[in-house]
């Protein structure tokens, strides 16, 4: 038996294997292998098996895997496919395999998937599935239970019946699948709907809107209605959760100073990862240079007092560290719609006399740390070591201060001009805060120090 037929063998086997393990397990082993093996894997997978580990949004190759398999196959993997996922895998196979693709799927498939492809990414339409159930109101209970038997395995939920108007198919209610079951077979289907007019969102609208909607009321979907009341599909819950993992992975990697990457850490190339990190580290390098510029301006001060900037790394941190506290507060407030952006003066209020006290705190430390080293004698910081700890306090004031008001005004300015909050955070405004720092620090200095050591 040649290689090749020994690691078909070894693939055929590992298939049969993961037979008894469940869906996301599945994913997991398949994403810790390569793409060809995880290729090699899925060809002997039965077709529905194959189609629902392709299905899950957290399995990363399924794009590679999709143009590695044969044509048929893969024509018959994605016709398998839920629609909004099968949209999500053709949006970055690239051309000219993309429309090979494309032109063999049935016209039903194409239609759907083409219409999802128009939506902007993160939006409800491009969220949503056109695999939902739905019956017009003059059925009856017991037909819209013989409907989702029949129709069950080609749907992405039927937790959720929309009720159309038999004329118009527009929306006119929900049910739920609790109150279906619950409700005498003759009945009506609108007799056991939810008795409040149904909740909507529309196409255009933002994923952090739609996973909203679905927190406040507790749904397991929510319909995508375009303005005429005509359903375009759902959007399920499951899906509101990877992408707002997604979303909530780039901006961290926002806020540590960095484009967002949308592969994992260990498959971005290295190339790749240096253009994501090389960008920003540049901006924050150009603007710490302002920091050196601001401390030229006080080379004199530091030639007359040279203990001075001992406590530059002391100070200069505490003000970043509190900007740095203040935005990502701020950041999540704004995110949540706890804060909005005419709410900018009640935190500014808020911040003030907060920065005010952990200044203080942070003050007082610094004043006890100084004399406790200047009388053990462990280092001596000269005749004028009160006047010294009385300028570190005032200064951990003044810093810790700007850097608290500074860290929380700088989300609702970013957001006001349309730009991305969390690109304020930690590295951006520990920059800005360093700059100012240094001159509220030598202000201080000049202030508590003139006519003795300056």
Known sequence: MNIAKIQDTEHAAIA????????????????????ADATEIVSHMPLQWAVEVLDQPQFHDACEVIEALPHDKAVALVEGMSADRAADVLRWIEEPAKG???????????????HLLTYAEGTAGALMTTEFVSVTSDWTVQQTLDHIREVERSRETVYAI???????????????????????????????????TPITVPPNLHQEEVARTISKYNFLAVPVVDSTGHVLGIVTVDDVIDAMIQEQTEDVQRMGGMEAIDEPYLDISFLQMIKKRAGWLCVLFLSEMLTTSAMQVFSDELEKAIVLALFIPLVMSSGGNSGSQATSLIIRALALRDVRLGDW????????????????????????????????????????????????????????????????????????????????????IATLVDVTGIVIYFSVAWLFLHGTIL
Do not use: C
Request: aromatic share 8%; hydrophobic share 50%.
């Open 16 to 35: 049969a294997r993961l037979g008894t393990e469940h869906v996301a397990d599945i994913v997991e082993f398949l994403n810790g292998k390569s793409a």
């Open 100 to 114: 090979r693709l494309r032109d063999a799927l049935s016209a039903e498939t194409r239609t759907a998937i083409d």
């Open 162 to 196: 929309y009720v159309l108007a038999p004329d118009t198919r527009r929306l006119v209610g929900t049910v739920s699948l609790r109150r279906l079951i619950s409700g005498a077979p003759q009945d009506p289907i609108l007799s056991v709907a939810n008795p409040y």
């Open 345 to 428: 003066w009640r935190v500014a209020i808020r911040e003030l006399p907060t920065g005010i006290v952990l200044g203080s705190i942070l003050g007082i430390i610094g004043i006890i740390r100084i004399t406790v080293w200047q009388e053990a004698g462990i280092f001596d910081y000269g005749e004028y070591w009160k006047l010294l700890a009385m300028t570190i306090g005032a200064a951990l004031v003044g810093i810790v201060t700007f850097g608290s008001l500074a860290g929380s005004l700088l989300p609702f300015a970013l957001k006001r001009l349309g730009f991305d909050p969390a690109t304020s955070s930690a590295p951006f």
